[in-house]
């Protein structure tokens, strides 16, 4: 592509891209395509003669575009709702024209250092102390299995050269969490080798948070039965109901009992921005990792998850080794990020998270944040107040889980779970919302997840009158 051929298409793309993020609502907000559509609507071998521009992006538009699920959709409520915000959209734009590989402080200072002062500045905002070392990987489930791996470093001698496999000197190893932990904690255990019955889930109490003495039980229980305990994994703010375990209570038992604490704050973690919000991270000060995810509730377009330790020299001793290709001249004297994890090249994505932090400021941050918790507040009273509908959980953010539930029938649980999957599957079919559903105590509920940063009352409104109106006709 010739640099004239280039200008005339960047400039077309930033248009087509400013006209999408200002205008998602003319598309319908969940993909209306079949599974195999878009694949059969595509040739099955590569052309051998490039083509024309123009003709790629004709097929964009008229292929793929009806394939995408609208994640910048003010009306997107499913999962976690994210912001692919402009001004992340610019840096990854340049980062990509930059195609910095940072795996050696050489072969990007700028993305090493950059990377170390934005995480600084992060970690800064939410308070958490001076003595956590962050690193950029690309998602929450990447930086848990890391956190994991350095408790597996930190209890296991000789793990790194030996292994775990044929050692009589190991016994089984657990690590904890609550039922309501991500399951990402799951995949975890099963990729470094400690298995999936090494995990063992607490079980909650009536708001979801992981009880404490139930994990005590579990430790005397597994320590008696020659178990190894190794880490605890705390979660801030679950996925379904984004309920906060105390953390404070859970670093005592992981003190007392000298093991790796991770907290998995990858959704509300950036709360802890919020002067009403602090409070989340209470004893996450004494926690040895944490991760939060500014692709989740920090506008940054996916994918950049942050991961903070205390002792990041035992991902070190687990991953750090130089093949002879690699040797640098500035050996020992800097930070050469291939050493804090698995992967060995990395691509700049400290940028967007520094474009974002200046773009924005801290204060028209908070202020989002505080609006979405609001409005989280705010459909949960109108739940309240609704005869026929009946709230599943208490909301400490900005996601509302729910049922439909109506006043004066009797209906089996498993009648009103079939009626709530229809209900949340009749809202979607209008394409003007989207919402998905999870489970609470066996049941089906409904979840508003509120976090796009162009999501008004107007978007959490019509949710709630759609609902209403499915809900009478089913
Ligand atoms: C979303 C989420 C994750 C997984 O995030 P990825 O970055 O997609 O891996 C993990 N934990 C919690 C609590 C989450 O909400």
């Not at 520094?354 to 989280?376: N, P």
């Not at 909301?395 to 709530?420: H, I, M, Q, Y």
Request: with cysteine; hydrophobic share 45%; aromatic share 8%.
């Amino acid at each position: 592509m010739d640099p004239a051929t280039f200008r005339r298409h960047g400039h077309e793309l930033v248009d087509w891209i400013a006209e999408y993020l200002e205008h998602p609502e003319r598309y319908p907000v969940l993909s209306r395509v079949r599974p195999g559509e878009i694949a059969s609507a595509l040739p099955r071998h590569a052309p051998e003669a490039g083509e024309p521009f123009d003709a790629i992006m004709a097929d964009f538009e008229r292929v793929l575009v009806p394939g995408l699920t609208h994640w910048n959709h003010p009306g997107f409520f499913a999962y976690f709702a994210i912001t692919g915000s402009a001004p992340g959209v610019l840096a990854d734009f340049l980062s990509a024209a930059l195609n910095q590989q940072a795996m050696l402080w050489r072969t990007s200072p700028a993305a090493t250092e950059l990377e170390e002062v934005t995480l600084a500045w992060l970690r800064r905002l939410i308070g958490l102390p001076e003595a956590f070392e962050g690193v950029i990987y690309d998602t929450a489930s990447i930086a848990s299995m890391h956190a994991l791996v350095a408790a597996r470093e930190a209890a296991i001698p000789g793990v790194r050269a030996k292994g775990l496999a044929g050692r009589p000197d190991v016994p089984r190893i657990r690590v904890y969490c609550s039922e309501q932990a991500h399951s990402s904690i799951d995949k975890a255990v099963i990729a470094i080798g400690l298995g999936h019955e090494s995990l063992r889930k607490i079980a909650v109490d009536d708001a979801y948070r992981m009880r404490v003495d139930a994990l005590d039980a579990a430790i005397a229980e597994d320590r008696a039965d020659l178990w190894l305990p190794i880490a605890v994994v705390a979660t801030v703010g679950t996925t379904s109901t984004t309920s906060v375990d105390p953390v404070a209570a859970i670093a005592d038992v992981c003190e007392r009992e000298q093991l790796w604490l991770h907290v998995d704050a990858a959704y509300a973690g950036v709360a802890a921005m919020l002067p009403s919000h602090a409070h989340i991270l209470d004893g996450a000060d004494r926690a040895d990792s944490l991760v939060v995810n500014p692709h989740k509730w920090l506008f940054t377009p996916f994918d950049l998850s942050a991961f903070y330790c205390r002792r990041m020299d035992m991902i070190r001793a687990a991953f750090a080794l130089t093949p002879d290709y690699l040797m640098t001249a500035e050996a020992g004297q800097v930070k050469n990020l291939m050493d804090t994890g698995v992967q060995l090249g990395r691509r700049f994505r400290a940028l967007k998270l520094w474009m974002i932090l200046r773009s924005y400021g801290a204060q028209t941050i908070r202020q989002h944040l505080s609006a979405h918790i609001q409005l989280a507040q705010q459909l949960a009273g109108w739940i309240d107040a609704h005869p026929d509908f009946e709230r599943l959980a208490p909301v400490p953010f900005s996601v509302v889980c729910f049922r439909w539930k109506p006043a004066g029938r009797t209906l089996s649980d498993e009648a009103l779970d079939a009626a709530n999957q229809r209900l949340n599957d009749a809202v979607n079919q209008t394409g003007e919302v989207f919402i998905s559903p999870t489970k609470l105590r066996g049941r089906v509920a409904l979840r508003v997840a509120i976090g796009h940063i162009r999501t008004t009352e107007q978007h959490v409104r019509r949710v709630w009158d759609l609902l209403q109106t499915h809900a009478h006709a089913s």
